[in-house]
């Protein structure tokens, strides 16, 4: 090889890793300017659900538990006045490794409501029940001619 084919050579090899930077310095600049415009946009989101005021420390909120953690008494004293109807949402992780629930509406007549409820399903008579594993997550909105009031503990069984 000759001394101009070897410097050929050598201009070639630092052509190619100049290329190579600049490319790096471009696909860099572009990840980055990406990353910022769409955290930008995330700041920029409005929530969707509406935050709910808690109800009244008078209320008082019970669940405990009924044949054996197959049923529970969900018992709730004090309700508001003015409160038409209570969603109640029971939430809770099985031994099986599932998340579980029980959700319904009840409609309120006076200040104090119980409700036995089934932990499992229940067809034409026969029972499955669920194996609860920790809390069991309450949730309950109170609705009424105050609007809406939110009730949130967990429970051990």
Sequence with gaps: M???ENMKSEYKKYFMIGGLIVLLLIVGYWLFSRTKSSQQKTNNVEPT???LPTVDS???????SLMGAKEVLLSIKNIPTGTTNIEYVLSYETV???LQGVNSTAEIKGSDFEKK???GTCSSGTCVYHNVKGKIKVELIFKGDYGDKLFVKEYEL
């Design 2 to 4: 000759t001394e101009r």
């Design 117 to 119: 409820i089934t932990l």
């Design 58 to 64: 008078s209320v008082k909120v019970n669940l405990s």
């Design 49 to 51: 659900e509406e935050v």
């Design 96 to 98: 099986e490794g599932g």
